[in-house]
């Protein structure tokens, strides 16, 4: 048992980042502390754009000259949230709401509701391809999306494929939908949206290509590197653009990544003992795994994991994660409890839980994230003024 883990830090967060927009945009009940580089009067009466690469942590910055657009407009480092995956971070980036209170905890999450497994970014279940028909994503996530309470015009710039997907069309709201092809349609679309209309606006794009090139070769490699190349000269041509536009553009990351490490790894056939003290196959992370017990098997399991995998992770009971908030301040989903199974598997360096269900395709990933690691939870805030 690992009573000594340090919780995740929200002090300055997605969360504070989220709040001070939420209130910069109009929101009139906060329930987190906003971020202080971003007081009310820098914020309203402009269009603000807000750009997430996903799993742009702030390690990567480090690979740039200090003339690069990216290192010149850098700001400040921000905490994640927990668990530092898409999922949950994009939902509370979305929402401007902690996790605690919108209750996605990970890639995997159990839905007692619904009794199901889900893949709540693809909205279907782990079992089968099929989506939630007649069930919408508002129905399981605890907060409202940030474009419904705001009353400035909002638009959603995401990739093509993913742009009128269930869960797209729910974190937008009534946003305007804008699907884009490549890098170039995202910064295009986004500079023509800034210049098509003097009124101020909240602007949103999001990139996946970084993280999804970082999870097959590596967190920091050649084709990770090329790539944050390409991001940050095509950052720069859009502040050019813009210039002289009024806009306050902010960019972060939902979560940085880590290299896994193949000789560590974790997999349940070969410890069936782990196995078949679960009622459910572990839900979030891999590198943040809940688990879910057979009453009867309790002791059991905690016998197991502090003495079998005792080098390779820390286990710490939902009723530890709740009481250090680990999912951030509240107010608090009741289903958050539910979400979470009895007791956290989180993995250290370079180790991952993997558990493959009969149906599944065999996968292997370099880079990986979902953890407590620096370089997983701290990404960068980059903030540029177009005055």
Not at 183 to 207: H, K
Not at 238 to 256: K, N, P, R
């Amino acid at each position: 048992m690992a009573a000594s883990i340090d919780p995740p830090n929200y002090q300055r967060s997605l969360i504070s980042l989220m709040a001070a927009l939420a209130q910069g945009l109009g929101v009139e009940q906060i329930h987190y502390e906003p971020l202080p580089e971003l007081p009310v009067e820098r914020l309203r009466g402009r269009t603000v754009v807000l750009l997430v690469v996903d799993g742009l942590g702030l390690q990567l910055l480090r690979h740039l000259p200090a003339t690069a657009p990216l290192r010149r407009h850098y700001t400040t480092p921000l905490q994640s949230v927990f668990p530092t995956t898409t999922a949950a971070a994009i939902t509370t980036i979305a929402t401007a709401a902690a996790p605690a209170r919108h209750a996605v905890t990970g890639w995997f999450t159990w839905l007692k509701e619904l009794g199901s497994v889900a893949t709540l970014l693809p909205f279907r279940p782990r079992l089968g391809s099929a989506g939630y028909s007649g069930v919408t994503p508002q129905e399981l996530v605890g907060a409202t999306p940030l474009t419904a309470r705001i009353a400035l015009a909002s638009a959603y710039f995401q990739p093509a494929e993913i742009a009128h997907s269930v869960y797209s069309r729910f974190v937008s709201g009534p946003a305007q939908q804008c699907g884009f092809h490549g890098l170039s349609g995202l910064f295009d679309g986004l500079a023509a949206a800034v210049q098509a209309n003097a009124a101020p606006r909240y602007l949103f794009g999001y990139w996946s290509e970084l993280d999804g090139l970082a999870h097959r070769f590596g967190s920091e490699s050649a084709a990770v590197l090329e790539q944050l190349y390409a991001i940050d000269n095509a950052f720069g041509r859009f502040l050019e653009t813009i210039a002289g536009s009024g806009a306050l553009v902010l960019l972060t990351a939902d979560h940085g990544l880590t290299d896994s490490l193949p000789e560590r790894t974790v997999d349940l056939a070969a410890h069936p003992r782990l196995a078949a003290a679960l009622t459910l196959p572990l839900c979030g992370e891999p590198r943040a795994a809940f688990a879910y017990l057979r009453p009867a098997q309790r002791a059991a399991f905690i016998h197991y994991v502090t003495q079998e995998l005792a080098e390779r992770c820390d286990l710490i009971s939902a009723e530890q994660l709740l009481e250090e908030r680990w999912f951030g301040p509240g107010p608090e989903d009741p289903r958050l409890t539910d979400r979470i199974g009895d007791y956290l598997l989180l993995p250290r360096d370079g180790v991952v839980f993997r558990q493959r269900l009969p149906h599944e395709a065999g996968y292997e990933q370099r880079g990986v994230h979902g953890g407590l690691s620096q370089a997983e939870r701290t990404v960068p805030l980059i903030i540029a003024e177009c005055g």
